[in-house]
């Protein structure tokens, strides 16, 4: 018999707590709810976790520390629950490693699909990018240390990346001299459907090019393909 995916819920509001505990049991899953930060830890240090739904507003460290300090050891997918959905709070979550965002209010129901989503997509990752089963991967110069999630230049010169980065940076490599389009990008990093006026590929992709030292002005790793999206426009290779 297959194990049930067990989700933790990190949220200070008891009553969330237990709606989202009982209605995730009720769906398959096994489920921890805890209030804090402290607890969180101490769940993770006692039981295997699939993923966890984590409140940005917590009483303590933030949600926000504690994605940072989860991201320095663990891929546990991560959905972060915010009251505000401004694009600021959107951004700030991705780049801190989250792997997707909802605002409060939001239905059960709409939580349950995006769990769904994330573990999916989690888990379809091509397994020569999987942390354990690649230690680096190569390109234009780069390697990109999968283990330690950062990179290193051809002088040996590590920079880290933050979790939105790393994320986009494994799609790109994933999918090279292929065209991927805004809405693309958006569904394979965070599972859904992208708005229209929602820009933060666009500023994702440009803090990438920074990190990579590529020219905005005329890029030659992350190219720009007008009307239809962005290409990792060089060669790819797998180090073991």
């Given at each position: 018999m297959e194990t049930p995916d067990h989700i933790l819920v990190v949220d200070d509001d008891a009553e969330i707590r237990g709606l989202l505990g009982e209605y995730l049991r009720k769906n398959g899953y096994e489920a921890?709810?805890?209030?804090?930060?402290?607890?969180?830890?101490?769940?993770?240090?006692?039981?295997?976790?699939?993923?966890?739904?984590?409140?940005?507003?917590?009483?303590?460290?933030?949600?926000?520390?504690?994605?940072?300090?989860?991201?320095?050891?663990?891929?546990?997918?991560?959905?972060?629950?915010t009251a505000r959905g401004e694009e600021t709070d959107r951004i700030v979550g991705l780049e801190m490693g989250a792997d997707d965002y909802l605002a409060k209010p939001f239905s059960p129901r709409e939580l349950l699909a995006r769990i769904k989503s994330v573990l999916r997509r989690a888990r379809s990752l091509p397994r020569n990018l999987r942390a354990d089963h690649a230690g680096r991967i190569a390109f234009a110069?780069?390697?990109?240390?999968?283990?330690?999630?950062?990179?290193?230049?051809?002088?040996d010169v590590v920079t880290s990346l933050s979790g939105a980065?790393?994320?986009?940076?494994?799609?790109?490599?994933s999918h090279p001299?292929?065209?991927?389009?805004?809405?693309?990008?958006?569904?394979?990093?965070?599972?859904?459907?992208?708005?229209?006026?929602?820009?933060?590929?666009?500023?994702q992709?440009?803090?990438?090019?920074?990190?990579?030292?590529?020219?905005?002005?005329?890029?030659?790793?992350?190219?720009?393909?007008?009307?239809?999206?962005?290409?990792?426009?060089?060669?790819?290779?797998?180090?073991?």
């Open positions: 921890s709810v805890v209030p804090d930060g402290k607890a969180m830890w101490a769940v993770l240090a006692r039981a295997k976790v699939d993923l966890i739904v984590l409140d940005l507003m917590l009483p303590g460290e933030d949600g926000l520390t504690l994605c940072r300090k989860l991201r320095g050891d663990s891929d546990t997918p991560v959905i972060m629950l110069g780069w390697r990109l240390d999968t283990v330690a999630r950062h990179l290193v230049s051809r002088d980065e790393f994320q986009l940076l494994k799609i790109f490599l001299n292929h065209v991927l389009t805004r809405d693309q990008l958006m569904l394979l990093s965070r599972g859904r459907e992208a708005d229209p006026l929602d820009r933060t590929i666009d500023i992709v440009s803090r990438l090019r920074h990190r990579l030292g590529d020219d905005p002005a005329d890029p030659q790793i992350i190219k720009t393909v007008r009307g239809e999206g962005y290409v990792l426009a060089v060669a790819v290779e797998v180090e073991r």
